[in-house]
């Protein structure tokens, strides 16, 4: 039997047609480094497939993408998850692809490819990468304030990790998250000890989305943007996603070489 070799992204998913260059910065950066393999993409988010299905645009679940692979006879996929740390996500994607062995004849054999952020590598390539999400040009006492998602699953300690990291490189890199720790109020305190006046806000995530938009450079009065004003501080916005940088995109890139390498020694 001829192997039939793929490759399946995941990705959250965004319904924010600027966002998606980001995603489609990836999938092009994945098919120039393995032209050999067909690439796909699924969407993890329930919630952002309905509301683009009702805009005429379909993304397949990732069980649904695997099922469809398997029906079509492919014998090995490689599954890269475009999240940016091993979150609830990314723990989804492994019970998916461990609950696939249970199917029987099946014959699909899939390797995981692990998120942005997994090993110590990881944490150094992306601390020194994060220049290129920048402005070339800055100003005195400019904080640059990066923007992760944060959550309650334990993997949320890598956001205060990669802070660690991020301090190794510039002592004007910040970190908070939307909904884990640190949050915005708990960085604020250090930004003032440190008398930054300007705070540039950076998305440290895979796709500049909703949350970029709305949470961090929205006109509310609660987005970071209004909240930093209100307490004094100027303020500057980055409107970029982490995909949309090509040298980033390589650190999943590799980590994808790895999920392939898997799957070749197990043949
Ligand atoms: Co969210």
Redesign the pocket.
Known sequence: MNPKKGILLVTFGTSQAQAMVAIENIVRIVKTSFPDFEVRLAFTSAMIRRKLRKEGVHYDSPAFAMAKMDEEGFTHVAVQSLHVIPGFEFDDLKNTISAFSMIPKTKIQFSLGSPLLFQHDDFLRLSSLLEKMIPIERKSNQAFLFMG?GTHHCANAFYPALQYYMWQISPFYFLAT??GFPSLEQIIPTLKEKKMENVCLIPLMTVAG??AINDMAGEEEDSWKSVLEADGFQTQIVMKGMAEIDDIVLIWVDHLKTALEQLLINN
């Open positions: 998602h939307v909904e909703d949350h």
